[in-house]
């Protein structure tokens, strides 16, 4: 069975700084899909950003990056340019590519941007 | 497009009661897959319907059913409800199911049981 881990429950930052949080993952697969989500305080999750693991290149979407290292399993999201809207706890999440509709999730990173 | 609506928004109930949650996907989506969100456990899959199929199911008791309806749109039953019961209840849909498509949200059940 796969599993996600998301080691910093808690992390703040000053706003306008950047922001590393930190996920690994174990699956014996070799097709698989990784998400962040958002989820700030009204409880709406939110995709952030999707990566494919057969792509090498690091997927972007605005202020928001991630650093996809296969091998070593792990799939980290840098927010850049943080802004008081980025407050909210962040899912790092796995899915498999064949049929399998299940997203496996992380415990969350509760994100503080500090005005 | 509107986007994953899901009613009610908030829900008490008493131990022993049922409880049905109402999900409607985005138009043109068909995969639904329900999630319970707990302080204590995360976020937990429950189970996945596509074409009014039951195609995946989580490691939840029985008590826990659900449908999907020609239209997409699913519910989701729980019998006998218990303290243990009280939580965040999201709704996602994806167009067919497949793993690698993005699953969209909806806003969520909030049910307390009491």
């Known amino acids: 069975a796969q599993t996600v881990t998301q080691s910093q429950p808690e992390m703040s930052v000053q706003e306008a700084e950047t922001v590393t949080l930190s996920c690994t993952y174990d699956?014996?697969?070799?097709?698989?899909?990784l998400f962040w989500y958002k989820q700030p305080p009204s409880r709406q999750m939110i995709l952030v950003i999707r990566q494919e693991a057969y792509k090498q290149q690091n997927a972007t979407e605005n202020r928001f990056s991630v650093n996809f290292q296969k091998a070593a399993k792990s799939f980290s999201l840098k927010i850049s340019d943080s802004q008081l809207g980025d407050t909210a706890m962040y899912f790092c999440?796995?899915?498999?590519?064949?049929?399998?509709?299940?997203?496996?999730f992380g415990t969350g990173t509760r994100l503080t941007i500090i005005p | 497009k509107a986007g994953v609506t899901q009613t009610p928004r908030y829900l008490i109930k008493t131990r022993g009661q049922q409880v049905t949650l109402s999900c409607s996907p985005i138009?043109?989506?068909?995969?639904v897959s329900w999630y319970q969100q707990t302080p204590g456990q995360g976020l937990q899959f429950l189970f996945e319907?596509?074409?009014?199929?039951?195609?995946n199911k989580g490691n939840f008791p029985g008590r826990f059913s659900g449908r999907q309806f020609s239209n997409s749109r699913s519910e989701m039953n729980v019998s006998t409800l218990e303290l243990g019961d009280s939580a965040l209840y999201l709704c996602?849909?994806?167009?067919?199911?497949?793993?690698?498509?993005?699953?969209?949200f909806g806003p969520g059940t909030r049910l307390l049981v009491l």
């Open positions: 319907y596509f074409s009014e199929t039951q195609r």
């Open positions: 699956t014996s697969e070799n097709n698989y899909y």
């Open positions: 999440a796995f899915s498999f590519n064949f049929g399998n509709e299940k997203l496996t």
């Open positions: 996602a849909s994806s167009l067919d199911g497949r793993g690698k498509e993005t699953q969209y």
């Open positions: 138009s043109g989506h068909r995969s």
